[in-house]
């Protein structure tokens, strides 16, 4: 059975505080990993997908990586508008997407 | 990426009675997803529903409690039959993105309060 692990569950930052938010999974046949970002009230919006181990991929003050077990979003210097609950996804050989717990993010200016 | 348009956005409903969500993509999708959030936990799968045939159920979600139609490639609806207290959750549509960069793409979510 695929698991995805996300610590911590919650982080308390200082405006251009930098931090990572990590995401531990086991998982039969990864074809992709997920990074979403979820509003309050509101669905997850898709961030990255990483495929294998190694890549790397950047989005304004987000950076995704990957490696066998894990995988890491770094948030340099973040603002208060990046407070959200940030999700990570592991797709399976089958198509199937397993969702971690989730770690609340709040910034404070 | 698709652009989903889910309805209502929310409701309140009484126990005993159903609510159906309906969820239009903006291009033809070969499996739509149907997903539940409870209260502060993360997302869990209901179902995957693909035109032409009956949907497939994830463990611990049956048919009568969660029917599911997929009349065409751009349109799906999940109904919530006899509700409880305990169906009180979000619930969430999805498509799969396509391309190299792909991404599973939400709607914006069902916010479902049963009293």
């Known amino acids: 059975e695929d698991q995805v692990t996300q610590s911590p569950e919650a982080l308390r930052l200082q405006e251009g505080e930098s931090s990572s938010l990590n995401c531990s999974y086991t998982?039969?046949?990864?074809?992709?990993l997920f990074w979403y970002r979820q509003d309050p009230g509101k669905g997850p919006e898709f961030l990255f997908t990483l495929y294998s181990a190694g890549e790397e991929k950047e989005k304004e003050r987000l950076k995704a990586t990957l490696t066998k077990k894990e995988s890491f979003l770094h948030i340099t210097a973040p603002k208060p508008e990046d407070s959200a609950t940030y999700l990570c996804a592991v797709e399976n050989a089958g198509n199937m997407l397993t969702f971690g717990g989730g770690t609340r993010l709040m910034v404070k200016p | 990426s698709a652009v989903i348009s889910q309805k209502p956005s929310r409701d309140i409903c009484q126990r005993g009675t159903s609510l159906t969500i309906q969820c239009q993509v903006d291009?033809?999708?070969?499996?739509m997803f149907w997903y539940r959030q409870q209260p502060g936990q993360s997302l869990t799968l209901i179902a995957t529903a693909n035109q032409g045939s009956e949907a497939t159920y994830e463990s611990g979600f049956v048919i009568d409690k969660f029917p599911i139609s997929r009349p065409n490639l751009t349109f799906s609806t999940l109904t919530v039959s006899n509700m409880s207290p305990e169906d009180s959750s979000i619930y969430l549509c999805?498509?799969?993105?396509?391309?190299?960069?792909?991404?599973?793409?939400f709607g914006s979510g069902t916010r479902l309060t049963v009293v």
């Open positions: 291009s033809q999708v070969t499996m």
């Open positions: 999805s498509v799969q993105g396509s391309g190299h960069n792909y991404g599973y793409t």
């Open positions: 998982v039969s046949g990864l074809r992709g």
